[in-house]
C-alpha cells in the first residue's frame, strides 16, 4: 500500500486487464478473495455524490479520493452526515455516483451494465450492515445463512467451506442455530461469514459494531480482521468506535465528503531493539493540491478566507493573514 498515504490523486487509473491468475492468501485450506486484476482493490478519483430531493441538493460527497491495496485493512471516520455510507453504497454497488471515477478490484463503476453490477454484487464484494438483522435470514441457521450465497452462485463443496468460515469467524459452535438464537456479536461474526462466502476481493462494512457493547464490538472487529488476513480480502469498515483504530494499520477520515486526514499505523523497531507501533497522522492532498488543514488548526490560529503560503526548501507554511511581516522575502512576495 502507499506508505505516503496521501498520494491517491498521484495514483493513474488502474487498469482491469488481468495480468496475474486469482490469487488467494492465508495458510488455511480455505479459498481466499479472488483477484483477476492489476493494481488497487479500491480506487476512487473526484468521486461525486449529489442527492437531490424535493429541489434540495445535498453534496455527500464532494470530490472524494480514496485508494486501497489489496489485502489492506482500513477503517473509515467521520463524524454523521459526512458521507460514510454514501461511499460504501457506491463501492458494493447500489448507487451510483453522480461524478467521478470509481473501480473496485477492477471493475469500473460507472459504467458497469445491470447484469454485470448482479455478477459484481455476487462474487467482488461482501457487505456487512449494522442492523444485526439486516445481515441474515431469520429463518435458516447460521450454517445455511453462510451457504446460502454459494447456492445464488452455483458454488460446489459448500459444506466444508461453511464449516471452516464460522471456524475461521469463531462461530463454529452457532451452525445450527438460527440468528435469533445468537447475540448481537455471533449474528454479526455469522454476517462476516456469510459476506465472504463467495471470496470477495473487498469487504465492506458499515458501523458492523454499532449496535453491540464494546467488549463484543471488540470481538468482532478482531475476528473480521483476522478473516481478512487469513483468506487475503481487503476490508473498508465505517466507524465511530475510537477503539477501531487500534486493531487497523491505516485510518481515513471523511469529512464533507472529501478524505481530508489519515492515520497510517507502522511497527518499528527502536535503537533499544523494542518494536514499537508508532501512528503517524497524514493530510490527504488531491490532485489539484487542495488540503483540508486540521480543523483544530484552523480555530487555533484564526485562520479564515485566506491565508499566506511560504515555500521552505523542504516544506510549505501557512499563515494568518495577518501574520505577513514572516513572509518578507519569502517567496512570491513583493517588497515595496
Ligand atoms: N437517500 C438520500 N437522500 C437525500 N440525502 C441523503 C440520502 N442519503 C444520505 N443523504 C445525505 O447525505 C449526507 C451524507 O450522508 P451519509 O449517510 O453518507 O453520512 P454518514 O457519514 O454515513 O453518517 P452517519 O455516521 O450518521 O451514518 C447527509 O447530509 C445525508 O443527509
Ligand atoms: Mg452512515
Known amino acids: 500500500m502507499n506508505t505516503t498515504a496521501s498520494t491517491p490523486a498521484a495514483t493513474s487509473a488502474p487498469t482491469s486487464a488481468p495480468t496475474s491468475p486469482p490469487t488467494s492468501a492465508g495458510t488455511s485450506s480455505l479459498t481466499g478473495a479472488v483477484r483477476e486484476h492489476a493494481g488497487p482493490d479500491i480506487w476512487c478519483e473526484d468521486l461525486v455524490r449529489i442527492y437531490s430531493t424535493e429541489g434540495v441538493e445535498v453534496q455527500a460527497l464532494q470530490g472524494l479520493n480514496l485508494v486501497v491495496d489489496p489485502g489492506d485493512v482500513v477503517a473509515l471516520v467521520g463524524a454523521s452526515g459526512s ?34 453490477r448482479v455478477d459484481y454484487q455476487r462474487h467482488v464484494v461482501g457487505f456487512v450492515w449494522q442492523q444485526t438483522s439486516r445481515n441474515l435470514l431469520p429463518f435458516l441457521s447460521a450454517a445455511d445463512n453462510v451457504a446460502l450465497p454459494m447456492v445464488i452462485t452455483g458454488r460446489r463443496e459448500r459444506t466444508g467451506r461453511v464449516t471452516e468460515l464460522l471456524e475461521l ?32 476481493a473487498v469487504l465492506l462494512a458499515d458501523e458492523p459494531t454499532g449496535e453491540l457493547d464494546d467488549a463484543a464490538s471488540e470481538q468482532v472487529l ?68 487542495r488540503i483540508q488543514l486540521p480543523r483544530q488548526h484552523v480555530e487555533e490560529l484564526g485562520l479564515h478566507d485566506r491565508v499566506r503560503i511560504a515555500k521552505e526548501s523542504s516544506h510549505v507554511q501557512v499563515w494568518p493573514d495577518d501574520q505577513d511581516h514572516h513572509l518578507t522575502g519569502a517567496e512570491g512576495e513583493e517588497t515595496r
Not at 457506491?90 to 447484469?115: E, K, N, W
Open 169 to 200: 469467524l469463531g462461530v463454529a459452535d452457532c451452525a445450527d442455530r438460527r440468528p435469533a438464537q445468537l447475540s448481537g456479536g455471533q449474528q454479526q461474526r455469522v454476517a462476516i461469514a456469510t459476506a465472504l462466502a463467495n471470496s470477495p
Open 83 to 116: 458521507g460514510k455510507s454514501t461511499l460504501l453504497g457506491i463501492l458494493s454497488g447500489l448507487d451510483r455516483p453522480t461524478g467521478g471515477r470509481a473501480r473496485v478490484a477492477g471493475v469500473d463503476l460507472l459504467t458497469m451494465s445491470r447484469a454485470q
Open 222 to 289: 478482531e475476528a473480521m480482521r483476522a478473516a481478512a488476513g487469513e483468506l487475503g480480502t481487503t476490508v473498508l469498515v465505517v466507524t465511530h468506535d475510537p477503539t477501531v483504530s487500534d486493531h487497523v494499520r491505516r485510518t481515513v477520515q471523511i469529512r464533507d465528503g472529501r478524505t481530508s486526514t489519515e492515520v497510517l499505523r507502522q511497527k518499528v523497531v527502536g535503537a533499544d531493539g523494542v518494536e514499537r507501533t508508532v501512528a503517524r497522522e497524514y493530510t490527504v492532498i488531491d490532485r489539484a493540491g
